[in-house]
């Protein structure tokens, strides 16, 4: 059985352009009777067409996982959102990184009132959701909008090398912070993150430091490495891949970490596995052998 794949295209243009909130609206038929969604969410310097490479390549490591005609997602719709978060206006493409920040909040009201519509189905919604770099930012915009709705459970997130400013995530009542603070109040979250990733450590911190009164100056990333108040928050854990670099993780992250972070039925079933393969080889030790006590010398004989 194939996984079921819905693909939401708010691009205005296959590159830069504008959000079009009105283009991925023919879609949503097929999501009006999903009981369990599995968003995946681009980050920065993307066309439409790298995107969807990108979203294949995913889906391909999944499915690689299970045996052939399985549904990898187990009855999840996966849904793959495109946004503009690449230049436009004639700028080089890595020069429009201050502009693309406003995209990503605003994409992320357009998909709040995307998903709580389908939360509107009588039966309730699952959501998880895999982003990586800048779309993390727009997933816990997304997140804190998404809190309070009726019907809807987040249940688990992956953040990919995310280009989110740990700086925001320990700021009380900042919007960062508040996503963080909803994807762990009944879910949990995996942040995966890359010392090796080149991008997050020089690049991130400038393009930020443009708007500096709002994202602060040179600040870390939360795909770059640990952040010391994740380790505050129940629910949210770390882990460092830093053979990875900013580009590999849609196509080189392991597909076993992934249905981990996202608790699905491949990750219980090789848990599981583990536990009887290490639980046989302990019942494997001869009976005489787990018994055996050191002998010890008296000094006495035995004569």
């Known amino acids: 059985m194939a996984t079921r794949f819905v ?3 708010f691009r205005a243009d296959p590159e ?27 980050g920065y310097n993307n066309t439409e067409d790298e995107a969807r490479e990108s979203y294949n390549a995913f889906m391909g490591r999944q499915a690689a996982l299970v045996p052939d005609g399985i549904d990898w997602a187990f009855g999840a719709t996966v849904v793959g959102v495109l946004w ?23 994409m992320a009201g357009y998909l709040a ?24 930012r727009l997933l816990l915009e997304l997140l804190q909008q998404l809190r309070g709705s009726d019907g ?9 090398a995310a280009a989110v400013p740990t700086d925001r995530l320990d700021t009380d009542g900042d919007e960062l912070r508040l996503g963080v603070l909803a994807e762990t109040a009944l879910g949990r979250a995996t942040s995966i993150h890359s010392a090796r990733d080149s991008v ?35 629910g949210f854990r770390q882990q460092a891949q830093d053979d990875l670099r ?20 491949v990750a219980i079933a090789r848990s599981v ?11 494997s030790v001869a009976p005489d052998e787990a018994r055996a006590t050191p002998s010890r010398d008296t000094g006495e004989s035995t004569n």
């Open 16 to 42: 830069g352009g504008d959000i079009d909130p009105l283009k991925p609206v023919g879609r949503l038929d097929e999501l009006s009777h999903a009981q369990h969604l599995i968003l995946l969410i681009h």
């Open 152 to 160: 809807l459970t987040i249940r688990s997130v992956l953040h990919m």
């Open 7 to 9: 693909e939401l295209n």
């Open 84 to 106: 503009p978060g690449d230049a436009r206006w004639g700028i080089a493409r890595p020069a429009f990184y201050p502009w693309a920040l406003p995209v990503a909040d605003a």
């Open 273 to 283: 596995s583990t536990r009887t393969t290490a639980r046989r080889d302990t019942d």
């Open 113 to 136: 009132a995307l998903v709580r519509g389908v939360a509107q189905n009588g039966v309730g919604l699952a959501l998880d959701v895999v982003a990586h770099s800048l779309g993390n």
């Open 246 to 265: 900013h580009q590999d993780y849609w196509s080189g992250l392991d597909a076993a970490l992934v249905h981990e972070a996202l608790n699905s039925p």
């Open 200 to 234: 997050l450590s020089i690049w991130f911190p400038l393009g930020e430091t443009i708007d500096v009164r709002t994202e602060g100056l040179l600040p870390t990333a939360l795909g770059h490495q640990t952040w010391g108040g994740g380790g505050l928050l129940s």
